[in-house]
């Protein structure tokens, strides 16, 4: 095991990556890092990427471009970020510095502005999938996750609660906000504490092959 995959397991036990995060439906993040509103998208748009703030929006496999101005579902503002007629993809947020993410939430709901809304998600991390599920709320509430070992979230939107990928969707978004996976004070010790154990270990195997270098 090299340096970078024993420093890589050291930060995720530290922040918290691994573990199973908690599903909410409240405004609970009062201090975001990075929030994202879309108020700069023009009315309708045909590029299917937004960068706000940090936070990287993108609606996979949209048929119609972003109907940033359909807000009557609940938005906040005169935007949201909705794919325009639905698709047959999802919508993919994550942070544009590939860092993880702590907790996430966003109002949320459907281009056919029934209730009750459902969300379906997957949230991942380096590309694989560590939990998915559905959510029922209802138009213009909040929806996130928090607590979770992620970096990437996608979502599709429906009225219904069957769902399968690749099925129409019509999930709509806005007030994007996330805080980062940063670990506490304390945890910095047990960082520096196995990477002492990972020096101790080279050290070790440059003495049983002879290496001059671990007399240094």
Known sequence: MDKKMIFGALFALATGIGQAATVETTDFITNPDHFSGFEDLEFVTYATTHLEDGVLVTEVNSLQGIYAAFTGWGAQGNRSWYANGGDVGYTDIKLASGAAIDSISFLAGNGWLKNPNYVHYQLLLGGTVVQSGTVESSLGAWVGFSHGGFDEVRLA?????????????????????????????????MLLAGLGVFGLIRRSRCLNAGDPRAAV
């Open 157 to 189: 939107g429906t009225y219904y609660p069957e769902y399968t990928s690749g099925e129409k969707q019509a999930l709509a978004i806005d007030n994007v906000k996330i805080t980062a996976a940063v670990p506490e004070p304390e945890t910095y010790t």
